[in-house]
């Protein structure tokens, strides 16, 4: 299983589109009459899905998976009574699947038989989503949910977060203490360190600098750089996120406790926090679609 892409709704995405182009490093994708859609170097035909709406939310998150995967999700969430339908992706890529609606609102899209795009050079370009965080009411539960239900594994609890993975990269999405629910953060994953930096100077010229980083977390070891996007959302430039074994040992907060003024492994990074709680309460979710029997 693999985190593909987000899709979000908001009320001017040809903006939104221009920055990320323009400044933040990507391209376009094949246009869609549902909406702007933007990529990376990777494979996936899109990263980012951009579509206009008068208010400002989340409408997915999607996964690609396997038959045999979707088949465990279905009886999963049929089982666990979350609100889903049946879906067929009308995106750049295509497939078909299920579209479901967790506990605290979040909406996941899985979809199999979706068809990939021929990377692109570009050493600037986000490879891939590296990671999809949201804010939750009961961050803990949240991660016992998508165990149960989704087959996903919990690999990190901290003070401040419960990191998920679902393949053997460390995390691709994380649920934040934070008392509400809401999107947190999108994080792209960059080719190297390197081409972190030139992002972080890329937006300097443009009169930006991080709201948080540069740094090197603990739970994923990853690189990092977060801004306020001008259109609203918390976005990250990441690189390295740590790979897992089947037998990697869930951390707890004790094991990542860093020493007084210091908030990651490397101790150089500052932290705009208003700002970055600010933004992270604007994109909620919003189910666009009634639940439909999935077997």
């Not at 795009?117 to 965080?133: F, I, Q, R, T, Y």
């Not at 994380?174 to 992002?199: K, P, Q, T």
């Not at 750089?225 to 001008?230: I, L, R, T």
Request: include cysteine; aromatic fraction near 10%; charged fraction near 20%.
């Amino acid at each position: 299983m693999m985190l593909r892409s987000i899709e979000l709704a908001l009320p001017d995405p040809a903006a939104a589109a221009r920055f990320m182009v323009d400044i933040w490093g990507m391209t376009h994708a094949t246009q869609h009459d549902a909406g702007l859609y933007l990529r990376g170097s990777g494979p996936s035909p899109y990263l980012v899905g951009l579509s206009q709406s008068p208010d400002e939310f989340v409408r997915s998150v999607t996964f690609t998976c396997t038959a045999p995967e979707l088949s465990s999700l279905i009886r999963n969430i049929v089982a666990a009574c979350w609100p889903a339908a049946p879906v067929e992706s009308s995106d750049p890529g295509g497939g078909h699947g299920i579209v479901v609606e967790l506990p605290e609102g979040e909406i996941f899209r899985f979809l199999i038989d979706s068809v990939t795009a021929p990377p692109l050079v570009g050493s600037d370009l986000p490879v891939k989503l590296a990671h999809v965080v949201f804010n939750s009411t009961d961050a803990e539960q949240s991660g016992h949910a998508v165990e149960e239900v989704l087959g996903f594994r919990v690999s990190d609890r901290t003070l401040g977060m419960v990191f998920v993975r679902c393949n053997e990269s460390h995390h691709a999405t994380a649920f934040a203490r934070a008392g509400y629910s809401s999107l947190n953060h999108i994080a792209f994953e960059m080719e190297d360190i390197d081409a972190v930096m030139r992002g972080i100077g890329r937006l300097r010229d443009h009169a930006m600098v991080p709201a948080w980083g540069p740094g090197r977390h603990g739970p994923g070891a990853n690189v990092y750089a977060y801004y306020v996007a001008p259109f609203g959302p918390v976005i990250e430039f990441s690189t390295a996120v740590e790979l897992v074994a089947e037998d990697h040992r869930v951390g707890t907060p004790e094991d990542w406790i860093w020493p007084a003024n210091r908030i990651d492994r490397w101790g150089i990074s500052d932290k705009d926090i208003y700002a970055l709680a600010a933004a992270e309460k604007r994109f909620k979710f919003l189910r666009e679609w009634n639940p439909a029997p999935l077997l």
